[in-house]
């Protein structure tokens, strides 16, 4: 397995930290103090995040980073970085594991392995009149241990571990050596090229593209044939030749 680690990417600082409340506090606490992105890793987090306003269960040896940014642009383009997180984290656990066929990508950003999900992806943001500030991108990866399915809602995606699909013990700190230059090689590219290229990618790695999935909003739920992503990164589902563009949602399959 694992191939060498490819150059830490130049300008980016990292942190490693033993215990924390949630990386991602963390990371929006150096926001002020920055002169560049930063990396914040930590060996568990006491109180870590999920995505709507769920907890994260954060044992010690699985990976929690946040990578802390200041990027240009309206935050409709900043959140696009989701879909750059979910690339690097496919790239990631492709070099680790040298098993292309296993992993995808479920909208809007979990990694699935074998169907399971393996990672999130939390973003946070903060600024003003319509400018980004600051924003984190928090990841989890179930490296050595997955929360049970009776600890996750109803419906959702059973959780999986790195080690319990593919026997394979990976650290956070390999984890992170990959991952940070996997997120800055596609975000090089989203700078040079815009979102089409990270698009394409992503399509390229969906989970059940073609394939009728129900996507809930609220309390609304639609079915229909998930048809693509536009280009603002908004869920497209066909349903019954009617198309639809549905910008969040949680989707079940
Ligand atoms: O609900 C999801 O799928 C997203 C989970 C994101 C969890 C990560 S762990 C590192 C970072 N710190 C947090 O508190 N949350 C994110």
Redesign the pocket.
């Known amino acids: 397995m694992s191939a060498k680690a490819p150059r830490w990417p130049e300008g980016v600082a990292r942190h490693a930290l033993a215990s924390v409340?949630?990386?991602?506090?963390y990371a929006s606490s150096l926001a002020p103090g920055l002169t560049g992105p930063a990396w914040v890793i930590?060996g568990e987090?006491t109180?870590?995040?999920?995505?709507?306003g769920?907890g994260?269960s954060?044992p010690r040896g699985n990976?929690?980073?946040?990578l802390v940014m200041q990027p240009d642009g309206a935050p409709d383009r900043a959140a696009l970085r989701s879909f750059i997180a979910a690339l690097a984290l496919h790239q990631t656990c492709v070099a680790l594991t040298g098993l292309p066929q296993s992993f995808t990508l479920k909208w809007p950003?979990?990694v699935l392995l074998n169907g399971g999900?393996l990672?999130?992806?939390?973003l946070e943001s903060a600024g003003q009149g319509g400018r980004i500030g600051h924003l984190v991108i928090?990841?989890?990866v179930n490296l050595i241990a997955a929360p049970t399915v009776d600890q996750v809602e109803p419906g959702a995606v059973p959780p999986v571990s790195l080690l319990g699909e593919t026997g394979l013990r990976v650290t956070p700190e390999m984890f992170l050596d990959h991952l940070a230059p996997a997120f800055a090689g596609w975000e090089a590219e989203f700078v040079a090229h815009g979102f089409a290229p990270i698009r394409s990618a992503w399509l390229a790695q969906a989970a059940r593209l073609g394939e009728t999935i129900r996507a809930r909003t609220g309390t609304q739920e639609r079915h229909g044939i998930f048809e693509t992503i536009d280009d603002t990164g908004a869920l497209v589902l066909n349903m019954n030749g009617m198309r639809e563009a549905i910008p969040a949602a949680e989707v079940f399959f």
Do not use: M
């Open positions: 409340d949630s990386t991602n506090a930590a987090q109180a870590g995040r999920g995505r709507r769920r994260w954060s990976f929690y980073g946040s950003n979990d999900k990672a999130g992806i939390l928090g990841i989890g």
